[in-house]
């Protein structure tokens, strides 16, 4: 699993009250801005509908650059792969910072999988926009779903699995990772107290039941 600096909250930057003189055209000028930054955001988590076809690399779309977290109680799911990757956002990107754009990360591979209790944040500068569902006895459904991460935890079992293979050379997930690159691959996997700190995601079926979107100050706990 790759490792980097867990993401930190944006509650401090929390718009002010509206009644508050500048401070509250401020806050009602940042919300606008959030609101149009949340547009393209939202259709994505609600639907993530880009098809991740057999032989994919993971995610093959330009990534914003803007890292979201994924919660959940428990994530269960047969056909597991993992390999490392390389997400790349548009030439000129206002989020590359002085890298060139580019995030090394490691793709996460689940053929078919249940998700309990699942929570989505993505700091939208000074407000986050928050997505839950799975929450009420129906968990998430997702098919051939490929997450992008530099950050992942929680309490794993697998089995069947295999360590070390070429990527290239992995079948259990449906999609075959770069050649030469090192990976893992397993028939099943469950991990309980779920934390990804994400580029990217893709898949071709992602059922979520109770849906609830909302802008707040916190995103989903850790």
């Known amino acids: 699993m790759a490792s980097s600096p867990d ?28 609101a149009v930054m949340a547009v393209p955001a939202a259709a994505v988590a609600a639907t993530l509908a880009v098809l991740t076809a057999e032989g994919a690399l993971g995610v093959q779309f330009s990534i914003s650059g803007m890292p979201f977290v994924v919660t959940a109680d428990k994530l269960d799911g047969d056909g597991f792969e993992q390999f490392g ?6 030439p000129g990107s206002p989020n590359q910072g002085d890298t060139d754009g580019s995030v090394l990360v490691v793709t996460s591979i689940v053929k078919d999988g249940d998700i309990t209790n699942m929570c989505q944040s993505v700091d939208l500068g000074g407000i986050q926009l928050v997505l839950t569902a799975g929450g009420e006895g129906t968990p998430v459904h997702v098919e051939h779903l490929a997450i992008d991460s530099d950050v992942i935890k929680g309490d794993a079992e697998f089995h069947g699995i295999e360590i070390g293979g070429d990527a290239s050379t992995f079948n259990k997930g449906g999609v075959k990772g770069p050649e030469g690159v090192y990976g893992q691959q397993a028939d099943t996997v469950v991990i309980n107290n779920l934390y990804q700190h994400n580029y990217a995601a893709t898949a071709g079926v992602f059922k979520l039941p109770d849906l609830h979107m909302r802008f707040g100050s916190g995103g989903c706990p850790r």
Do not use: H, Y
């Open 7 to 34: 993401v930190t909250s944006s509650a401090d930057n929390t718009p002010g009250n509206p009644e508050n003189g500048s401070s509250g055209r401020r806050g009602r000028v940042r919300l606008r801005r959030a």
């Open 85 to 90: 990757a390389l997400d790349n956002m548009i």
